[in-house]
């Protein structure tokens, strides 16, 4: 199975703004969660094996934390035309489906994206309370295929850190995944077709 390592960002770079839709059409921005004590900005899939594996878990941990101050955000930046399982119409029946609390958008430009140099899905930045990236790892060691359990070890020790008011250990896993699915001729300057 072809796989997609996230790109190297530097930890305390700003949280990029955006203005999404959700399904039912409501526009969310980053300034819409001024009040959280942090925020996961996560791109995700609804047909990629490495986001199915993590899916449940994923909501899951969403729930969980959600309710001690981590606002999630997640995102699907892929061709929608080229793949329909990722239309804005299938965001709203997997929210349903797996039970997302969160809100999940469609990057139909791409253009956050490129912004915050999303290459896989999944891909996670985490960000502090003043919206700087504290961590940018793997969800945890599960992979399809490899028999790990998904249990969100890795991205629950970086928010516990955060949460506890300390930073995120520095040497972190980088997430791996499925590429991200970029619009014919729209493919940033990092990306491979080997991926």
């Not at 980053?30 to 986001?51: E, G, H, Q």
């Not at 699907?76 to 029946?93: K, L, Q, T, V, Y």
């Not at 958008?105 to 899905?121: H, M, P």
Request: hydrophobic letters at 40%; charged letters at 20%.
């Amino acid at each position: 199975m072809p796989k997609t390592v996230s790109n190297s960002i530097e930890l305390g770079t700003k949280a990029a703004d955006f203005i999404l839709s959700d399904a039912k059409g409501a526009p969310h921005k980053l300034s819409d969660f001024d009040a959280a004590t942090a925020v996961l900005v996560a791109f995700i899939s609804n047909r990629c094996p490495f986001v199915q594996l993590i899916r449940d878990e994923f909501a899951s941990f969403a729930r969980e934390y959600q309710a001690k101050g981590l606002q999630v955000i997640a995102i699907n930046s892929n061709d929608a035309d080229a793949h329909p399982e990722e239309s804005i119409d299938a965001i709203g029946r997997e929210v349903e489906a797996i039970g997302y609390s969160f809100p999940y958008l469609k990057d139909e430009n791409q253009a956050v994206a490129k912004a915050y140099g999303a290459a896989c899905t999944p891909d996670l930045f985490l960000f502090d309370g003043s919206r700087k990236l504290v961590y940018h790892g793997q969800f945890d060691a599960s992979r399809p295929g490899n028999g790990k359990v998904a249990t969100g070890e890795d991205l629950r020790a970086a928010v516990n850190a955060v949460l506890a008011g300390g930073k995120p250990a520095t040497e972190q896993t980088p997430s791996i995944g499925c590429n991200i699915k970029w619009t014919a001729g729209n493919e940033p300057s990092w990306f491979s077709n080997a991926a």
